[in-house]
Antibody, heavy 119, light 107 residues
Framework: EVQVVESGGGLVQPGRSLRLSCTAT????????MQWVRQAPGKGLEWVAG????????KYADSVVGRFTISRDNAKNSLYLQMTSLRTDDTAFYYC????????????WGQGTLVTVSS | IVLTQSPGTLSLSPGERATLSCRTS???????IAWYQHRPGQAPRLLIH???RRATGVPDRFSGSGSGTDFTLTISSLEPEDFAVFYC?????????FGPGTKVDIK
């Protein structure tokens, strides 16, 4: 069974940093692109960042470019999101999502981890 | 490209038909349109990809259609577990864009 499980969320002050992790099981991790998607309280889904299977292609949403860094360790079946200079509007549930073989959509999602940015 | 979904909220009874609209600000290939269901406290669930292809395990009461700038998700007969928020999603230039969502709630 395909599973992705996020961790690392929590309460952090504005301007500080936080690193999210996503551990994948049930599929050949290094065959697939991976993504981070977030949902702020009361809002819809927002794509945050994506990384190709071999880390050659990395893309970010305009709202996080220069502050967030996506990376992966295929040996550990893990995806990461390093978040710096956090702002209150970064408060959201952050979901790890597996891209399909045709990487134009997400075919598996985690339950999410909550990041709260507040003083 | 901006995605617009309508209506914002759809209030229906079990057994009724739901028709959800997703419009793009520019013409796109339906190949790059997907639909998701999101229930509170749960992971989003893929329903449709490639505009009209049901994901594995998705009941056939869910169907996707459309072309150009107008795309539709139809639920032929609502079951109690179908009440949720539905998002359309576009893939373009290695980036993903979601629509604002349509909430389908119980009338």
């Amino acid at each position: 069974e395909v599973q992705v499980v996020e961790s690392g969320g929590g309460l952090v002050q504005p301007g500080r940093s936080l690193r999210l992790s996503c551990t994948a099981t049930g599929f050949i991790f290094d065959d697939y692109a991976m993504q981070w998607v977030r949902q702020a309280p009361g809002k819809g889904l927002e794509w945050v960042a994506g990384i190709s299977w071999n880390s050659d292609t990395i893309k970010y949403a305009d709202s996080v470019v220069g502050r967030f860094t996506i990376s992966r360790d295929n040996a550990k079946n893990s995806l990461y999101l390093q978040m710096t200079s956090l702002r209150t509007d970064d408060t959201a549930f952050y979901y790890c999502a597996k891209a399909a073989g045709d990487p134009t959509y997400f075919d598996s999602w985690g339950q999410g981890t909550l990041v709260t940015v507040s003083s | 490209i901006v995605l617009t979904q309508s209506p914002g909220t759809l209030s229906l009874s079990p057994g009724e038909r739901a028709t959800l609209s997703c419009r793009t600000s520019q013409s796109v290939s339906s190949f790059y349109i997907a639909w998701y269901q999101h229930r509170p406290g749960q992971a989003p669930r893929l329903l449709i990809h490639g505009g009209s292809r049901r994901a594995t395990g998705v009941p056939d009461r869910f169907s996707g259609s459309g072309s150009g700038t107008d795309f539709t998700l139809t639920i032929s007969s609502l079951e109690p577990e179908d009440f949720a928020v539905f998002y359309c999603q576009l893939f373009a230039n290695h980036r993903f864009t979601f629509g604002p969502g349509t909430k389908v709630d119980i009338k």
